[in-house]
DNA sequence: CCCTAATCGAGACGGTACGTCGGGTCTTCGT
DNA sequence: ACGAAGACCCGACGTACCGTCTCGATTAGGG
């Protein structure tokens, strides 16, 4: 996405892009974003922005990886479900910020760009699975998920909720909401004693 | 959405537009559909669509609409279980065909769109929970689900995997994954024996 | 132009249509003028228009012949030369007022306009110079101009100086400026003392 | 009128469009020429024509320019009559011209188009107005026309009745009227011995 | 340490679509 | 039966952006 040649290129105009971009989207939403309007505001060339981006979106994917590329390493108290409860709720708060709906508009391009889910799955979605991967093989290995459990699969089940309340109803669910979802979910993925 | 004043509006040119609406989107996609296009294939002014809808998604979802509508009643046959396979399985299905692609591109819009989010909620998904909704308390009526558990989350816990899947990921569940879900979901929601 | 078909017109619309006509026109000026507005504004149907009017310029036409029909009759002291010099400065104060802005419209719209040409000519322009020809001949009765010119001709020689300045330098001749055009022309139409 | 900012413009699209508006403009007439129909001719996008003209009158005035602008220079034989004479046959001849057609529109117009009537002003009718104001003053010079004599009245004597003729009447004058026309008015303009 | 080439800003260009306006026709409904 | 109301198809308006393309001007690096 981003850089395609690494070379050359000037770090101070991409800044400026990417800084311009999640204000403007921020004032006048992602709907109304435009490359012309992004270029303006950063006082660069529109050429300089189709040069490193394939799209707004992109352009915007950066300017959020920025400020959440780095998210907070995923909580390990040994308690797998507190450590999810907790890690749910950090990630639902982020959902409610302003860059929560940029992530958001981006879910939503996504559902026709291709490029931008390519880039989107690559640089951001990957890495949070990754991380909630770790930590799910981490509880499976010591006892508390069921090791026969795809740890794809529980993630789904587990952020699956979370997001359908978000996309389809619009809203993002409370604390004690979570917590319920997360204790029926596990009551599910946990170890069978009967078997 | 659609007819805003349902007075003296021309049938014959509704029914056109929405028909080139979903053409259009299966021949070109989404993100190329535009007003100007449906109004040139449907032979009608660009203002008659203006004047009935206020977006191409509110044209499509009236397409989506007028053939998903009336969609197969809930399968009730005494197992809940079975019966949330047997629809989920359907509605991934759905998800697949052409339609799916249409229903897959408003669940983007409708993430800048507030027009069209609330208009899809009213028309689409709420009839399509309420379903849900009955079934779910039935279950809970005959002891299949917890007395205690809210229909709406019950709903979240069963879809949202799947959603997740697909929109996130752009993949479709298959089948045997499918009923895994639907199994470890209903461990979580089943009446406890134990209080 | 106006009434085609003088059968059961209503009178009362008519007047209405006209008045619209006229009041608008001030309002927006010409050029934002259109039948749409005159509709609205005389709470008629746009049919109602176009049933008896070709186009709004017809309309305007007979708004301004309404108030403009009945000039006043041209003045006849005896002396051709002070007489023209009456008519013509009541002429140009016309040419200034509100009205005179609207024949200033018309006799623009006419240059690309054929229909609207030929009622111009035929209900206005016409009556005009019939006046002014009757004028002529009377003084070339009296010896005050010279029998061989045609009347057409010293029509032209006497406004279209007058019109010359104000279609194409958009200005009105001040009354000194017009008795200067009058005494210069009828020099010229004068009889000749040596032949 | 035309480049409003000289800068960078593409003398290939500007010429494009000037033939494409005059080229339509004979074909279809001035009424159902469009902006529109000259940027497909043309080949060139609408906003181009935007840029560097503010309407359709002001295009096709660029287009009359081109050809009319380096008109033929004043006759100058010693002999005004005459030469006001060769003049003006050759103006009249040139309003029967296609391109006649063109000015006879733009006159139309400039009638409720305030900006086209300064730029035509400016840009035709002074250049034009200025040649006819140098002829008089050095017939004044020579005698053969009155010192006192305003020279824009001069013009306004001599070319009034034809475009008088023209605008109202759509007709022009014949050689031979304009021969008589002169020689009357230049009666009035002559020096008159006995003062 | 200059020369050359890439990159930059700026913005014009050919396009597509927007959302609006009005033209002229036709249909419906109320008086 | 007429006329107001206004929906209809259509064409054009003027605007906004798209993505591409020149333009100098600057700037960095390899010769």
Redesign the pocket.
């Known amino acids: 996405m981003s850089p395609r040649?690494p070379?050359?290129?000037?770090e101070?105009?991409?800044k400026?892009v990417i800084q311009a971009a999640r204000e403007l989207c921020q004032e006048v939403g992602y709907a109304?974003?435009?490359?012309?309007?992004i270029?303006?505001r950063?006082?660069?060339?529109?050429?300089?922005i189709?040069?490193?981006w394939p799209?707004?979106g992109a352009v915007l994917l950066d300017g959020l990886l920025e400020l959440w590329g780095e998210a907070a390493p995923f909580p390990d108290t040994g308690d797998a479900v507190a450590d999810f409860k907790t890690q749910m709720k950090a990630a639902v708060g982020a959902f409610s910020s302003e860059l929560g709906q940029h992530y958001r508009a981006l879910l939503g391009e996504v559902q026709h760009d291709g490029v931008l889910a390519e880039a989107l799955q690559e640089r951001l979605l990957r890495p949070m699975m990754a991380r909630a991967t770790d930590r799910i093989e981490l509880a499976k290995r010591q006892g508390q998920i069921r090791g026969d459990l795809d740890a794809e699969l529980a993630i789904e089940l587990l952020y699956g909720p979370i997001y359908h309340r978000w996309l389809l109803s619009q809203r993002a669910p409370e604390p004690a909401r979570i917590e319920a979802m997360v204790d029926s979910v596990f009551t599910g993925m946990t170890p069978r004693p009967d078997l």
Do not use: F, P, Q
Request: hydrophobic share 35%.
């Open positions: 040649r070379e050359r290129r000037s101070e105009a991409a400026a109304k974003l435009s490359i012309e309007g270029a303006a950063a006082g660069v060339g529109k050429n300089t189709y040069r490193w799209s707004k």
